[in-house]
């Protein structure tokens, strides 16, 4: 095979991609941008918007309680609420955000609580509506330091100790060092983002490449250069598959550096993203290149998928309406991967895009199953083999060259 | 030198079956002359030029290309041949200069011959004023200029124009027509697919009629001339071609 000839066609292409806006902005900025975009402005706005919700003083209704001053009383001294009288209409004022939440107090609450008899206090809320949320949680913890209170001094009364009550604790504790836990919890993310943005890498310049050249009609002029098809194939299947390893590349960089940054914004408030970003920086280089190692094999099933698929439409817009539902079947598997329970067994380590998903989820919790690797290595390299012998095969029938 | 051989190519049509686009075809093209293909629309003149330049594969027959057969070393066939047409485009983010080094590049030369060539070539054809700018930023006329650089870089001894003048103005075709002569005078083996007559009155030392692709007569334009006893090419086409279009209307 004459390398050459496949190198000539990659820089050529290559030239031609990084001056054409679409690929840089699918292929680089797109990835780039995606996730300081979601995560550090999402994130920041979002925190931003809880903070101000809760720094709010949420209005809320008291019902009742004319019977129950001293409960009444502790409610009014409560920080940052404000109760209001009772006013008709108090639940559409809730549905409406007029008020946030009402509160009401049983008739004879406070000597029923003197005579040791139960009960029930209700709070009413809008479920689901942030502020309305706040509201009655300030509420409920009153209501409950109260009830905890009252325990205490009906057991003081009686001369028992606390440990009545509860006679003994139950604590759980982790033995899994963080990197497991981390990775436990967002490996699966990890696989999923690489396999996902591989395709997408891939997708523009596949079509770029194929339906593209054939309705710019440069398809006849390359054809009637001395180049052999399977060299114009493979210099064209390299870029894409370039574009697809780069694609994921900088968009695991730019998460990692997006949930660093974040997490450093955040004051290590934000607990699941602070995971997420001390996961990101454990990773290390080991974990990084297994992953990358194992996306390669998929990079290159995608990479010659999508160009044998496109190859087939006469134009780019014919070349979209093929690859587009492509996407689906790639999120499903890879989707599944994520889901709690779903592990690697030797049947699912032969299903494409699944078994490299889960591999990934284990590989970045920092478990290595070498038997499990090199079935879904040499697997995916198997289809990966496939792909690009039909694609090659596809590039040398004319019927599909000069389909009209 | 291009001998065609009973080429011949048939397509599958879902709807109207088989079709014979090009139908046992033969001629022989010599060094130094231009071989005019005059045709109508769907006559088979594309067909058979790509079949000449190995872009398809015949489906019966061959043909020999500078000693390589189309069918057996197709790559050597394409390192020998100069392919125009309407249809073959440029790549429109590369410069003039790019794309022509690409196709030197792609033809094996190495680069200091690539650098003297196309340094040759741009200076001939007038291009320097556009070497380095983008194919999509062209006016007709230069990019026809490029594609003609295109075709001339690794110097191949046989030209096929595919109706090369198809669509351009006056001056661009003028351009393109003046350059046909040339590689004749240079001695190049010329052959040119076209359904303007003028053209081929003005260029072509051997004249093949194609219909329905069947080579229906073939003979220089005198030859023509007295076999049918009219003095307008348009008039002896006309002559040739209506009763196999008759019979095929009836058909």
Redesign the interface.
Known sequence: MSLR?VG??YR?EL??AL??RRTVVSTILVPLLLFPVLSVGFGALAIALVGKAKEEVPKVMLRGGEDSPAVVEGLRKLDKIEIVPESSGWKDQIINKEIRAAVEIPVGFQSDVAQEKSDTVKIFKYEGEMKSEFATEKVEKYMKDYRDKVVKERLAAKNLPDTVLQPFEVKQENVAPPEKVSGAAFGGIIGYMVILLCMTGAMYPAMDLTAGEKE???M??I??????RMHLVLGKFFLILTAALGTAALSVLSMGVSFSVLGHYTGKTAGGRDAAAGLLLRLGPKTVISVFLMALPVAVLFSATLMTIALFAKTYKEAQSYLTPMTFIVIIPAVAAMLPGVELTPKLSLIPILNVSLLCKELVAGTYHWNYIAIIFASTCVYAAAALFIAIKMFQR?SVL?RS | MIEARALSKRFQDKKRGEIRAVDNVSFTCQPGKIYGLLGANGAGKTTTL?ML?T???PTDGTAIVCGYDVVDAP??V??N?G?L?T????????TAQ?FVE??G????LDEATLKKRVDDIFNRLDMNGFRDR?CDKLSTGMMQKTSIA?TLVHDPPVMIFDEPTNGLDIMTARTITAFIRECRDNGKTVIFSTHIMSEVEKLCDTIGIIQSGKLLVEGSLAQLRDKYAEHELEEIFVKVVTPHYVAEENN
């Not at chain 1, 054809?223 to 052999?228: T, V, Y």
């Not at chain 2, 249809?87 to 590369?94: C, D, E, G, P, Q």
């Not at chain 2, 590049?105 to 094996?108: E, H, I, Q, T």
């Open positions: 000839n000539i066609v050529k030239t031609e001056r054409d710019r009609g440069t006849e002029t054809l009637s250069s001395p180049i052999s004319e000069f | 790509r330049a872009i398809l594969e790559e050597k394409r390192a041949v392919f047409s249809a073959t485009a440029l790549y429109r983010r590369l790019e690409y196709f590049r792609l033809n094996g983008r295109r």
